[in-house]
T-cell receptor, first 114, second 113 residues
Framework: QKEVEQNSGPLSVPEGAIASLNCTYSDRGSQSFFWYRQYSGKSPELIMF????GDKEDGRFTAQLNKASQYVSLLIRDSQPSDSATYLCAVSGRVTGGGNKLTFGTGTQLKVEL | NAGVTQTPKFQVLKTGQSMTLQCAQD?????MYWYRQDPGMGLRLIYYSASEGTTDKGEVPNGYNVSRLNKREFSLRLESAAPSQTSVYFCASSGGASKNIQYFGAGTRLSVL
């Protein structure tokens, strides 16, 4: 079993719809959870992070965390064509002496269609 | 601020050649990381440096060495490149007030023939 699992997609949604991206993780000790967006040929950029159970909202983006179910999701409201990208879920574990090791899922490709 | 800068952006090597990928950050971060990204495999951690003077292996360290030259710079060396090392390499850093967030460089696209 992979440590962080995502459906590779592509997930296609019409413009203006809500896109729902999901991620499950295996390490119950994980404490921090991140969503990165990666456009084709570009580097990952942080969209959201969440540490506590529940929801965290930032503009059109909402991250949801359920530690009991080991499940993280990202909702994108009013999806735009510019949201078309691969979304990477990452889960962190502590590093002795500092730092923050991230384990990434393989990403979900999102396509927002006109 | 440039953030995380990687050089070169592209490189083609022949099997057996060596090269060093350079990474520098100007955010005064303590921790730095090297990842490789392959189709269908996601980002995998090669080596990391939690703080200046320390380095540790990640998930896929074989065939690589690293040097944390100072707080700003963290280099990745391929001593004898193999076709299996064809990949996109990303450097990242974290630290400061947002110590758990990693910021990525633009990447180096490496082909080994």
């Amino acid at each position: 079993q992979k440590e962080v699992e995502q459906n590779s997609g592509p997930l296609s949604v019409p413009e203006g719809a809500i896109a729902s991206l999901n991620c499950t993780y295996s390490d119950r000790g994980s404490q921090s959870f991140f969503w990165y967006r990666q456009y084709s040929g570009k580097s990952p950029e942080l969209i959201m992070f969440i540490y506590s159970n529940g929801d965290k909202e930032d503009g059109r983006f909402t991250a949801q965390l359920n530690k009991a179910s080991q499940y993280v999701s990202l909702l994108i409201r009013d999806s735009q064509p510019s949201d078309s990208a691969t979304y990477l879920c990452a889960v962190s574990g502590r590093v002795t002496g500092g730092g923050n090791k991230l384990t990434f899922g393989t990403g979900t490709q999102l396509k927002v269609e006109l | 601020n440039a953030g995380v800068t990687q050089t070169p952006k592209f490189q083609v090597l022949k099997t057996g050649q060596s090269m060093t990928l350079q990474c520098a950050q100007d955010m005064n971060h303590n921790s730095m990381y090297w990842y490789r990204q392959d189709p269908g495999m996601g980002l995998r951690l090669i080596y990391y440096s939690a703080s200046e003077g320390t380095t540790d292996k990640g998930e896929v360290p074989n065939g690589y060495n690293v040097s944390r030259l100072n707080k700003r710079e963290f280099s990745l060396r391929l001593e004898s490149a193999a076709p299996s090392q064809t990949s996109v390499y990303f450097c990242a850093s974290s630290g400061g007030a947002s110590k758990n967030i990693q910021y990525f460089g633009a990447g180096t696209r490496l082909s080994v023939l």
